[in-house]
């Protein structure tokens, strides 16, 4: 179990310190809360042979972490930049057999992920049965025979990662992630089910005594967490609830990079290894897009919570000093 | 013939008619979630909005929601709880309509949404994005709606890969028994509508889309398509029902 202490360090410092080569990666967010910045800086680090654990993901993150040559193996449901209708590095890496891809459903997955978390080897799923993805996925899927029912029943393996990587809305200092608005779909589960821990990239760092005025946020308690990183747009292009919505331009700007071998070289090289840090791409975006491509991405708000809660507690110490109840049925 | 509307459109209007009122719905990333959002706005008002990111509403969403853990879809939602909490309402069978699109579509009702080439074979394999949730939705949703845009190469003999296993035999397995997906029950194109008989769980055209005759139909088909003899046309969507889907998605992301 982690001690109590600061974990907040840089990006750099954590992808180094608590990502190996070869690690099984549970891989955050969904079709927003891609962990954007923690992507670029595998890239940088040249990290390889990671196998990726996800249920879904979007915005392009995982084909530019494929791209680079970083990913041996990915299990999952559904890759894609939607904004270019296209996973592009990826379907060029599984041609040239340089990615093992392991299909299931994304039930699947997230029943994998839930084993993960539980500590159990294996969970019966429903769906896969019957799909091609239980012919090529052996490694994820089986069918069995329901020991009560006599029925075959697929099971999926649960997914325990080495490391787990997510971008949240705020973490406090000591490791607590805070997510509103969906509990991350899926982080909840990988992160816990995750052996070493976490890497965690939040919008705004806050002090523990904020986030245990409403635990009820915490999707990850602290001592999960491996590393808390403050990064501001850390999800950009995708979105973040509540910050930011998805750049749809840059999505699509980046989806054209991706989609040539030729290409995506030149993107790597002046988004991701010719930036130092994900305020140096950021700062690159401003120069290049304007200020005012990130104010486009600025989220309608006012959607606050309207309901009043108190935590508040009953203390014990009233009932000292008070007698027993009794009547006359009890005494007689 | 002169059209107001684009097929697509027709496509969407059709296929939320499916939706009856007070249902529980899944949807999906695209037009799905065009799908679902015009069918609140229309006949279906006390619907139930499900997607895999979590969201469970009984009111639209503020504003268009692109993706499946669109913040849009959290605003005002009546719950929030991630894809375990909603897909395990699924597999609970507690959904009564899931919708789910695709690359390719057989004669059989196999929907391929994984890639096209020979999987065995890397180098001739294009990738798509995968099931995602569309096996969970066919294996578990009471009625199942594939939405597809019509050609000859994605209304195939054979699809390349089966990602969700149509309603006929598939890999070994009888679909629709036990824990065995069932597949869609009705497909609706950019053509026609189509439904599954019975007998020969074969797909077979229940109606076309107004000012397509069914020899075009058949020409985007690369396999020999039945035709019910109960043929009907697709209603031509009123203007009203044309102005309440355009105002869902103004800039046109999902419907140009």
């Known amino acids: ?32 809360m891609v962990p954007m910045a923690i992507t670029h800086e595998l890239i940088r680090q040249k990290k390889r042979g990671l196998k990726i654990l996800n249920a879904s993901t979007d915005a392009g993150g995982l084909d530019l972490l494929v ?23 990826i ?16 039930f699947g997955a997230t029943s994998a992920l839930l084993a993960g978390y539980l500590g159990i080897p294996f969970i019966p799923v429903r769906g896969n049965i019957g799909s091609d993805m239980i012919k090529h996925n052996p490694r994820d899927l089986k069918v069995m025979e329901d020991p009560f029912s006599g029925e075959p029943i697929p099971v999926v393996r649960a997914w325990r990662a080495d490391v787990a990587v997510i971008h949240a809305q705020r973490a406090d200092w000591l490791g607590n992630v805070v997510a509103w608005g969906t509990r991350g779909v899926t982080d909840e589960l990988g992160c816990m ?66 989609r040539s071998e030729h290409l995506l070289p030149i993107f790597l090289e002046q988004w991701v290894y010719g930036c130092e840090d994900h305020e140096a791409y950021i700062r690159k975006y401003i120069e290049k897009f304007g200020k005012e491509g990130l104010e486009r991405l600025r989220p309608v708000l006012g959607f606050k919570p309207k309901m009043d809660v108190d935590y508040g507690y009953h203390d014990p110490a009233v009932w000292k000093g008070v007698p027993q109840y009794t009547d006359e049925n009890i005494k007689a | 013939m002169f059209r107001n509307y684009k097929l697509h459109e027709l496509m969407v209007v059709r296929c939320a008619k499916e939706i009856r009122d007070g249902e529980v719905v899944f ?47 959290f605003c005002n939602g009546d719950a929030a709880s991630g894809m375990l909490s909603t897909m395990a309402a699924l597999q609970r069978g507690e959904v009564d309509v899931a919708f789910i699109g695709g690359a390719q579509i057989d004669r059989y009702g196999n929907v391929n949404s994984t890639g096209v080439g020979n999987w065995d074979e890397a180098d001739t394999f294009t990738y798509f994005a995968g099931s995602g949730g569309a096996n ?104 009203e029902e044309l102005t309440t889907l355009r105002s869902i998605d103004p800039t046109g992301f999902y419907l140009d």
């Not at chain 1, 379907?91 to 994304?106: C, E, W």
């Not at chain 2, 799908?35 to 969201?55: C, D, K, Q, R």
């Open chain 1, 1 to 32: 179990m982690a001690a109590v202490k600061n974990k907040t360090m840089a990006l750099k410092e954590a992808v180094a310190t608590f990502v190996n080569d070869g690690d099984t990666v549970y891989y955050g967010g969904f079709q927003i």
């Open chain 2, 136 to 239: 969970d939705m066919a294996a578990s949703a009471k009625r199942v709606l594939a939405m597809m845009p019509q050609d000859p190469k994605k209304f195939v003999e054979r699809v390349d890969y089966v990602t969700t296993p149509g309603p006929g035999k598939v890999n070994g397995f009888q679909t629709g028994k036990g824990w065995i997906p069932g597949g869609p029950t009705m497909v609706v194109s950019t053509m026609g509508v189509y439904k599954f008989d019975d007998n020969t769980r074969e797909i077979y055209l229940a109606e076309y889309f107004p000012g397509l005759p069914v020899e075009r139909i058949r020409a985007n088909c690369s396999f020999d398509l039945k035709i019910s003899p109960d043929l009907k046309q697709t209603p031509i969507p009123s203007e």
């Open chain 2, 27 to 73: 949807a999906g990333v695209g037009l799905p979630l065009i799908t679902v959002s015009f069918a609140m706005a229309t006949h279906a008002p006390n619907m139930i909005l499900l997607t895999e990111g979590g969201s469970i509403r009984a009111t639209a969403p503020p504003g268009l929601a692109i993706t499946v853990d669109d913040p849009a879809l």
């Open chain 1, 67 to 89: 791209g680079a040559g970083c990913v041996a193996e990915m299990h999952l449901a559904w890759a894609m930049n939607w904004y270019v209708k296209a996973p592009y590095a």
């Open chain 1, 193 to 258: 089910a995750a052996k070493r821990g976490v890497i965690v990239t939040a919008e705004e760092i806050v002090d523990p005594e904020a986030v245990r005025s409403d635990p009820d946020r915490t999707v990850v308690p602290y001592f999960k967490t491996l590393a808390v990183v403050h990064c501001p747009w850390g999800a950009h292009p995708s979105a973040c609830r509540g910050y930011y919505g998805v750049d749809i331009r840059f999505c699509q700007y980046q989806g054209k990079y991706e």
């Open chain 1, 91 to 106: 379907r060029r890496a599984f041609q040239a057999g340089r990615v093992k891809r392991h299909d299931l459903s994304n």
